[in-house]
């Protein structure tokens, strides 16, 4: 699964809906839509993507 795919997942699995997440990012679901699909989200912006969804990042070593 890419990341696009996987923080779709996660954003709506916990009952948000993207537009919700860029309104809370500060940005339009278009531009967010835009990062998600060229593959420019900041580590930053997908931390606190995690956060609003309730999650936290987490690197595990292998």
């Known amino acids: 699964m890419d990341l696009k ?3 779709k997942y996660y ?3 916990s009952g948000f809906e993207m537009q919700q ?3 809370k990012l500060g940005m339009s679901k278009q531009q967010f839509n835009n990062k998600l699909s060229q593959g420019t989200l900041r580590y930053s912006e997908a931390k606190r993507i995690a956060e609003i969804c309730g999650y936290r990042m987490k690197w595990e070593k292998k």
Do not use: G, K, T
């Open 21 to 23: 997440i860029a309104e």
């Open 5 to 7: 795919d996987e923080i």
């Open 11 to 13: 954003v709506w699995s």
